[in-house]
């Protein structure tokens, strides 16, 4: 339990103060103003107590020009330097932001110098006449470093090795060369040329990468709710402008800083951005305090409202914000290694010892035998240029250029299935998800509710019948219509004036699924009734839903006596100074602080212990049905009863404590949230593919296992509940370790009684419902299915961030809370069944880098070493050239692996389990062995065999050669010795040419036969892209060998036209062998070459 509260507490960060005060004295000082909240009071004589202790205030609007920055994508923990420079960056801030003043004058002079109406806010014209002065609310262009970055294109990746080998052949031609070999020139010209080829590869790929992910974020442009010529309309955040009225709602990101002009009682944002403070800080229209940084009254940009409602009038926009200014103080952090750059770094490690320690063999020899036997045989610049070809023969050149490029494709490819992947990390991380939790509203249903039925006086009725009812009804307080009213009134939601006209099905509402929902059920009982109760009853407090009370508050008082009989049955007394309270929520909670209810006839009468039982029976009537339940009730609160002044915390606690008892029941509403249509399928193919999927939300879990039971992730007719956790104690279990079980139903309150090995026996189960849970609960969740597990959150709410944040891949809906997405490492735009073909891809992105790696070893390095080792430690001629080993690494072999990375997904992906990330490695034995011990072998013996059987047909015995160390065979000439041991060499290069090209046909496939998976002719597997590339090696082969200017001075030669052919029959034996290995392991899973196999 500790080490997951540190957890919680590191990623959430630690507070920052930006002052000086002691929090204690500032707490202490200011703490009966911070308690104060209004309930969306203007509040415009609201005038500044510490005015008389300010100093040189300016006027914000001329201190303050408007430019446009935000943070969506990859904010980091800065550490170490990063941290010194935000805090200097903070502290410049704030003395940049000591002389504004709008957080301490009042609404109304904040309306002055901005020219805007709190209820009409700016004109079009306005709007375009500052965006003309001011420009459009966009980023400022990042700073680009460029000298680092061309330095890190020329010497990033293998560049400066590449250099150094590049040095050491020039001066292995001169000044150590006796006599100049023109050949070392030649292949010191091009190592330089591959150096600057691979900077313009890395120019090119990072330019593509660049734009891709580009793309990607403007996929999902920020919006604000802004009042516009008196209407309430969704702006591009890049049109806001300084004096446009915001509304802001629990979840919405804020897109400037804005001063509160209104402001629920329960209104908190979490600064946790800016500060690294987790807490939430409350907002409230009267400022807290002399600093802009502190004061509660700011809203600033960027940070996230996540409790209540407000609106606020921008004030500070772009670089200008709190934000943008430190942005542009700070340098970008530093991003950690990506799991699949720790995999890389693994694998050039263990390439990186096997070349050193040939190296050091190679010389060793050298040193010890050669130099003092045979001094003529390997001088030093003959030492130097093998040593380079085998360190560049080792280093997968084409592999950095893979893996840059096999990410990018992968995310364009989401791109175009809606898929927005923040960055490339998402893209290898969801190949190893194992377990995904996943919300319910919004993520697994549309979130497009609506009200299917309701109850009053303990009778269920459809709304069609509701309807009815209410059309027949004489009378003016029929239940029907006090259950109207409360929907009506009890409600966030709000119509768009903007189609008021269009039919109730297509009218736009704004506010949470949840209240649309119930406002459209009002305004289908009683068709424009809406608009007419909201006129007669003024709001005067809130209390918006919150996951943890389940339930919202609001109070009304009436300006129109006429809408009590309208409201409030016949019988209850209703004086002017009362206040009505009402409420909406969760029948579990609100049932207990009942004492009366509507009955069917519309009178008032005590609840009694037979009502209480109806309900309980509706309530699980409707769960079960798969249906959200609501409990609407009120409450008469005497004036006399509540602190005159509203806008203190006591009228707040007074409030509070009334809604806690004597409540009347007024009826219910059972809401329908359609399942998406795709998610059987979805969750089907996500079982089939090894991973398990938990629902985590916050409904009853009645209602929860109904909606688990039609998506497929329930399906045994046995569901355990929280005391078979008891059976599976440690003594139970000692002997017997915890396999997979069955399906598990467990409630919020029964997750905090749980015990760690309780905790660790839930996460085995395969199919888990998770009901009324909470943010603290879903957090819980997701670490402890991570201690063994690799997770992936799905969510859309406030309450779903922190996990989601938490989670190994958080993805978030593209329908879901700015706070949501924010949080989400990945947005799914369109369907949620795109995340199987982010799934797919994900593992696809590791498949192809083990199949770039399995082709580039055989040829690149195994077959490329061994000539070098035959000619030091058997003195044999060698058999390939330094110069073709360059050209093997640096041009046949990179084209193919690139273009291996747009290999399409192999038919078992998805039907194979999800990758360990423990156990299976980038580069494991298997593969080694596969690449050394099978290709290579094969490869090194055909064109040695080659090589050799082509001298000795020219009259070059192969017995001769054998310990030679330089000697000539006897009648031998040296011209003609060279001659031939140049086309010998040239053979040995074609050959591996050639047999890589088989070589790369087999390693498409991991367990698949080719025609399972073939090359061309089927759009699902089908890689054009590989034809090109071995014509590609093809070309560059014939270039360096039959090129005449080029072969005297490389020492390549044309090759026999049979040594073109026989490395088929090379390549078709290799390709058969791997297609026999490839069919015992579908054959035989479980044997000896299945746990061989790579």
């Known amino acids: 339990m500790i080490e997951d509260e540190k957890k919680d507490a590191a990623l959430f960060g630690e507070r920052i103060h ?50 446009y920055r ?415 009213a409360l929907a009506a009134l009890c409600n966030a939601s709000e119509f768009d004036a903007a189609t008021k006209d269009a039919p109730l099905a297509d009218r736009r509402i704004f506010g949470d699924a949840t209240d649309q929902a119930v406002l459209r059920f009002a305004e289908f009982v009683d068709p424009s009734s809406v608009d007419y109760l909201r006129a007669c009853w003024n709001k005067i407090y809130d209390l918006a839903f919150n996951s943890k009370n389940k339930f919202m508050i609001r109070c009304f008082s009436c300006t129109r006596n006429e809408a009590v009989a309208a409201t409030l049955s016949k019988e209850t007394a209703f ?25 069917e006839h519309g009178e008032t009468i005590p609840l009694n212990a037979a009502m209480r039982a109806t309900v309980e029976q509706l309530k699980n009537t409707y769960s079960s049905q798969g249906k959200r339940c609501l409990l609407l009730a009120r409450k008469i609160v005497k004036g006399c009863e509540l602190p005159k002044n509203r806008e203190t915390s006591e009228f707040e606690h007074a409030v509070t404590r009334e809604s806690n008892a004597g409540l009347t029941l007024v009826g219910m509403v059972a809401i329908v949230d359609p399942l998406r249509h795709d998610i059987p399928h979805v969750v089907s193919t996500l079982r089939g593919a090894g991973i398990r999927i938990a629902m985590v939300t916050g409904d009853f879990a009645l209602t929860a296992l109904a909606i688990a039971r039609e998506a497929g992730i329930v399906t045994s007719q046995t569901v355990d509940d929280s005391t078979a956790l008891q059976r599976y104690s440690p003594d139970n279990t000692k002997d017997s370790p915890i396999s997979h079980l069955g399906a598990i139903v467990l409630s919020g309150p029964e997750l905090m009684s749980l015990n760690e ?61 700015d706070i949501a997405m924010e949080a989400a490492d990945m947005v799914l735009l369109d369907t949620f069944s795109s995340i199987i073909i982010a799934v797919q891809y994900g593992r696809v992105v590791f498949d192809n880098l083990k199949k770039v790696i399995s082709y580039l070893l055989p040829a690149g390095s195994f077959s490329e070493f061994w000539p070098v080792m035959a000619f030091v430690a058997f003195g044999l001629p060698q058999a390939l050239s330094s110069f073709l080993m360059i050209i093997i690494c640096c041009f046949t072999d990179c084209a193919a692996a690139t273009m291996l990375s747009y290999e399409k997904p192999e038919a078992d992906v998805l039907t194979r ?37 082509y001298l000795q047909r020219q009259g070059i015995p192969f017995s001769e050669l054998w310990f030679s160390f330089g000697k000539l065979p006897a009648g031998i000439d040296p011209d003609y010795y060279l001659a031939k041991t140049n086309e010998a060499s040239s053979i040995y290069f074609v050959n591996l040419v050639v047999m890589q090209w088989f070589n790369l046909m087999a390693t498409r496939t991991r367990r698949l036969s080719i025609f399972q998976h073939p090359p061309l002719f089927n759009p699902n597997t089908q890689n054009w892209y590989l034809f090109p590339a071995i014509i590609f090696s093809l070309a560059m082969a014939i270039f360096w060998l039959y090129i005449p200017p080029l072969q005297p001075v490389l020492g390549t030669t044309p090759v026999p036209v049979e040594h073109w052919f026989l490395p088929f029959a090379f390549g078709i034996f290799q390709l058969l062998l791997d297609e026999g290995r490839k069919f015992c392991v579908r054959r035989w899973p479980h044997g000896i070459l299945a746990k061989l196999a790579w």
């Open 575 to 599: 004086n002017t100074d009362d206040i009505l309270l009402t409420i909406k929520g969760a029948p579990d909670v609100l049932i207990g602080r009942c004492s009366h209810y509507v009955s």
């Open 70 to 484: 935000t943070v969506s994508f990859n904010i980091e923990e800065s550490k170490g330097k990063e941290q010194a420079e935000l805090a200097k960056a903070r502290d410049v801030t704030t003395k940049a932001l000591t002389d504004l003043e709008w957080h301490t004058i009042a609404t109304f002079d904040v309306e002055k110098r901005l020219t805007t109406s709190s209820t009409a806010g700016l004109s079009t014209e306005q709007a375009e006449r500052r965006q003309r002065e001011y420009g459009r609310n966009a980023p400022s262009p990042a700073k680009t470093h460029w000298f680092r970055t061309i330095f890190l294109y020329f010497f990033g990746g293998f560049g400066s090795i590449l250099l150094t080998g590049c040095i050491l052949v020039f001066v292995s031609w001169k000044p150590l060369g006796d006599p100049p070999a023109v050949a070392n020139l030649a292949l010191a010209i091009v190592l330089l040329a591959v150096f600057f080829i691979q900077a313009l590869f890395n120019m090119f790929q990072d330019w593509s990468t660049s734009r891709t992910m580009s793309s990607i974020k403007n996929m999902l442009p920020e919006e604000g709710h802004v009042i516009r010529d008196g209407h309430l309309v969704d702006l591009n955040a890049a049109d806001i402008v300084p004096g446009d009225v915001i509304r802001v709602k629990a979840g919405n990101k804020l897109p400037a800083d804005i001063r509160l002009i209104e402001a629920s009682s329960d209104v908190k944002f979490d600064r946790s951005v800016l500060t690294g403070e987790s807490k939430p800080v409350a907002g409230t229209v009267d400022h807290t305090d002399t600093n802009y940084l502190e004061t509660h009254n700011i809203g600033l940009q960027g940070t996230h409202c996540i409790l209540g409602s407000c609106t606020g009038i921008v004030v500070a926009t772009g670089d200008r914000t709190v934000f943008g200014r430190i942005a542009s103080l700070t340098n970008e952090p530093k991003v950690q290694m990506t799991t699949l750059e720790k995999e890389v770094l693994y694998f050039v490690i263990i390439i990186a010892s096997i070349m050193i320690s040939m190296i050091a063999v190679v010389c060793i020899i050298w040193g010890a035998f050669l130099k003092k036997k045979h001094p003529d045989f390997i001088n030093v610049p003959t030492l130097i240029v093998n040593c380079v070809s085998v360190a560049i023969a080792f280093i997968p050149e084409g592999l950095p250029i893979s893996i840059t490029a096999g990410l990018t494709i992968t995310a364009n490819l989401m791109k175009k299935n809606k898929i927005l992947c923040k960055s490339l990390k998402t893209v290898e991380t969801l190949g190893s998800v194992s377990v995904v939790c996943s919300d319910k509203t919004g993520t697994l249903t549309t979130a497009k509710m609506a009200v299917s039925d309701c109850a009053v006086g303990g009778l269920n009725m459809t709304i069609e019948n509701a309807r009815g009812k209410f059309g027949q009804s004489k009378s003016a307080t029929h239940p029907i219509i006090q259950l109207r």
């Open 757 to 817: 090995h309780q905790w660790k026996t839930l996460t085995h189960y395969e199919e888990i419902v998770f009901a009324r849970t909470t943010p603290e609960q879903k957090l819980r969740i997701v670490r402890e299915f991570q201690k063994g597990n690799v997770v992936a959150m799905t969510g859309d709410g406030v309450n779903d961030a922190p996990s989601l944040r938490a989670a190994d891949v958080g993805i978030s809906m593209g329908s879901g809370s």
């Open 913 to 949: 389990p999800p990758r360990n990330i423990k156990k299976d490695r980038l580069v494991n034995w298997q593969l080694i062995l596969q690449a050394y011990g099978v290709n290579g072998v094969l490869q090194t013996v055909a064109s040695f065999a080659m090589a050799f059987w």
């Open 18 to 67: 930006w002052n000086d005060d002691d929090e204690a004295v500032r707490v202490s000082r200011h703490g009966e103003r911070r308690s104060r909240r209004r309930s969306r009071s203007r509040s415009r004589d609201s005038l500044s107590i510490h005015r008389a202790g300010s100093r040189n205030r300016a006027d914000p609007s001329l201190v303050l020009p408007v430019t």
